[in-house]
């Protein structure tokens, strides 16, 4: 029914590549555990014990507090479709912001995304299957494109006013570390 891997394999690549929304559980030390479903194309798994996912402005910033204090972080996949399966991969994760070196070069693996904030980079040490058996079938209408449409209305200046008013704390009020 599962199994627990050290790296990803092809096959689990394969399922990941063909995943529309995953889920990020990150926690600090103390204050909620935060778990974040994601979509919008933004995951690449980069070789068999390392992702990096593109993080989108929005109404929080928990996932960048949480890795301040313990760099922690499971990303879930779980499969709506025919083949039951739930994936998640356990690492430590890096947050990569736009004024630093490596973002250019993890930015380029993405399409261009308006409000992108930060790229996490994630180390992989545990990879862990489950059988999904009680996962609901679910198709797929389509995805949204709304967050993407809301950051280019904002504009370059509105996010930057926006992730002042809203991503410099966590909910727990730790600091996100987000230099707009």
């Known amino acids: 029914m599962g199994d627990v891997l050290q790296s990803i394999t092809d096959d689990l ?9 995953f889920f990020v559980g990150t926690a600090a030390r103390d204050g909620r555990v935060n778990v974040s ?3 919008l194309d ?33 990303i ?11 994936l998640r991969l356990y690492g430590t994760a ?4 736009p004024d630093q070196p490596e973002w250019a070069e993890l930015t380029a693996l ?16 545990r990879v862990q299957t489950s059988c999904g058996y009680g996962v609901p079938r679910m198709s797929l209408d389509e995805d949204r494109e709304l967050l993407k449409t809301w950051a280019s209305k904002k504009g370059p200046d509105g996010l930057v006013g926006y ?8 909910i727990d009020g730790l600091p996100t570390g987000m230099r707009t």
Do not use: Y
């Open 42 to 74: 933004s995951l690449r798994v980069l070789d068999p014990n390392r992702v990096a996912w593109l993080n989108v402005t929005g109404s929080g910033n928990e996932t960048a507090a949480h890795i301040l204090d313990t760099n922690r972080m499971t």
């Open 163 to 170: 992730r002042e008013d809203k991503n410099m704390v966590s």
């Open 110 to 125: 993405f399409p261009k995304t308006p409000g992108a904030r930060q790229i996490f980079d994630v180390a992989v040490e």
């Open 76 to 86: 879930m996949f779980c499969s709506f479709a025919k083949r039951p399966l739930i």
């Open 94 to 97: 890096t947050e990569v912001q």
């Open 13 to 21: 690549r394969s399922f990941i590549e063909d995943q529309h929304v």
């Open 37 to 39: 479903p994601k979509g």
